[in-house]
């Protein structure tokens, strides 16, 4: 695999900040021996609500585990265990427990839960009927809030969602620990962005097609030509680790005159920036056409070594099925539908903002793979390595990685080989690094512990793949081996 400084070029493009100062760490300790010492669903309820709060997604995994153990059908710790192990990154169990919930559930915690789930399994009638009776509640919390505003985004119901932003901003507090560390960074701008471009939907994909998708030049990622605006051939990184936006030089904004109407903050591996945010009325790629789509404008061309004009993020293509396909180059946009693509099908869940996590194992456990194409690397998590190889120093270095942000410097290490299977395939020792941006950043936004971060190091063995993204489905065509 190689090691340069394209290695990680638009890796982990994400609308946040980074993670403030958590006061809830120190309370972790003398709340899990509290919950031991006590035993009781109470004890339990408490430790758990402080561990995610603090964040430790480990400790809150260890009390999930040992509260389900003792009180495995208590109604009040449900929507808690669940949420502590969807955040570990355990989707099967996760989801599992939340089967236990009862229909008309008043818990707050699982409704949120639920909206959660159903949107990843690419369920949204039921995230909306959840997030809906939610709402009936009065959320009186921002996390509840904004449970409610990602059904309504991601179902692009926007009547109102300019106001629901602000009430969760108005209530976001760092002091309240996680996730409201993370969240007034996730949705800084996004009210005065729906103010200014009304309650139509957005990333509507107005014809279906295809267009040509060769390797770009310099960073051997994949890419596209793209009229925005009538304007151009722009060249387009193909992103599917991009989010639902469209990302553009802020010197391409000014030549075809599109203006930001609200500021955000992005990040990626190298830190955070600012970013206009914007609306494109219509982008062509090929005989594909998307309308009204949700653009953010910064300095692209610097953070991608001048290669391309901007990023595609895959996900606002999430009205139809999508391919790659990566032996003939063409990236091929088509309706959802019911039938199997060709390939071997592979279990996903769309987390966030449409990040494509692949459930995989590793080391013939369970494991979450973020599949993202605008990285050059198979990258692991450290915690992971940790537990994989406990008796084994691994040492991290500063990592030159070109990407979004300036003010730090994410850590790599090479890791022993590893064995995975993605899509029917497996991969055994297969050489790794650590790079310390899944546990730090990648985990907290998303709300789920990735272990793997699979780029085109692996995705070059494949012939296509095809995401269908509202049934949440994904297939892959393997290239067959020597």
């Known amino acids: 695999m190689r090691i340069g400084p394209w290695m990680v070029m638009s890796m982990l493009l994400l609308p946040a900040g980074p993670p403030k100062e958590n006061p809830w760490l120190t309370k972790v300790g003398p709340a899990v021996e509290k919950a ?9 309820r408490e430790a758990l609500d402080v561990a995610w709060r603090a964040d430790d997604w480990q400790a809150g995994l260890r009390l999930a585990r040992e509260a389900a153990e003792k009180h495995g059908n208590a109604r009040p710790l449900h929507g808690l265990v ?4 969807w955040r570990a990154g355990l989707v099967a169990e996760a989801e599992q427990v939340l089967t236990k919930l009862p229909d008309q559930t008043d818990d707050r915690i699982g409704l949120m839960m639920l909206v959660q789930v159903h949107l990843a399994r690419g369920e949204p009638q039921r995230a909306i ?7 009936a509640f009065k959320p009186a919390t921002a996390e509840e809030l904004f449970a409610v505003a990602s059904a309504r985004l991601a179902t692009n119901r926007l009547n109102g969602i ?3 932003i602000r009430r969760a901003q108005k209530l976001t507090d760092p002091a309240n620990g996680y996730p409201e560390t ?5 949705i800084a701008g996004l009210a005065e962005f729906f103010d200014a471009v009304g309650s139509e939907p957005i990333n509507r994909t107005a014809s279906y097609g295809e267009a040509a998708m060769p390797v770009v030049p310099l960073i051997n990622l994949p890419g596209c030509e793209a009229l925005i605006n009538g304007r151009g051939p722009y060249r387009l990184i193909v992103d599917t680790g991009g989010s639902v936006t469209l990302s553009l030089d802020d010197e391409v904004a000014a030549e075809i005159g599109l203006k930001s109407v609200a500021q955000s903050n992005i990040h990626g591996v190298s830190g955070r920036m ?8 219509e982008l062509k790629i090929g005989t594909i056409s998307c309308r009204r789509v949700l653009t953010r404008i910064f300095g692209v061309r610097k953070a991608i070594a001048y290669a391309a004009d901007g990023i595609l993020g895959t996900g606002l293509l999430a009205d139809g099925r999508m391919t790659l396909d990566f032996q003939h180059g063409r990236l091929i946009v088509k309706p959802s539908s019911g039938e199997a693509a060709a390939g071997q099908p592979a279990d996903i869940r769309l987390v966030g903002d449409a990040k494509i996590v692949a459930l995989v194992t590793l080391q013939g456990e369970p494991a979450a793979a973020l599949l993202d194409s605008g990285a050059d690397a198979l990258a692991l998590a450290p915690s992971r390595l940790k537990r994989i190889f406990p008796d084994r120093t691994i040492t991290a ?17 090479l890791s022993p080989g590893v064995d995975f299977v993605l899509a029917g395939r497996k991969f055994e020792n297969y050489g790794g690094l650590g790079l310390d941006v899944l546990d730090t950043l990648l ?20 012939k296509t793949l095809t995401i269908d993204y509202p049934r949440a489905r994904m297939w892959v065509e393997w290239l067959a081996r020597d």
Do not use: C, H, Y
Not at 82 to 85: C, G, K, M, P, Q
Not at 274 to 281: M, P
């Open 129 to 135: 009927e959840a997030a809906d009776r939610l709402a």
């Open 443 to 462: 985990g907290p936004l998303l709300g789920m512990q990735t272990d793997l971060l699979v780029g085109m190091a692996v995705m070059r063995d494949m």
């Open 274 to 281: 600012e970013s206009g945010q914007a609306l494109v009325n």
């Open 397 to 413: 270095l500063p990592l030159l990685a070109l990407g979004v942000g300036s003010e730090q410097r994410p850590s790599v290490a």
């Open 162 to 164: 300019a106001a629901l």
């Open 36 to 44: 031991r010492r006590a035993g009781t669903v109470k004890a339990f």
């Open 82 to 85: 669940t949420r502590a192990l």
């Open 182 to 186: 993370v969240l007034g960074d996730q």
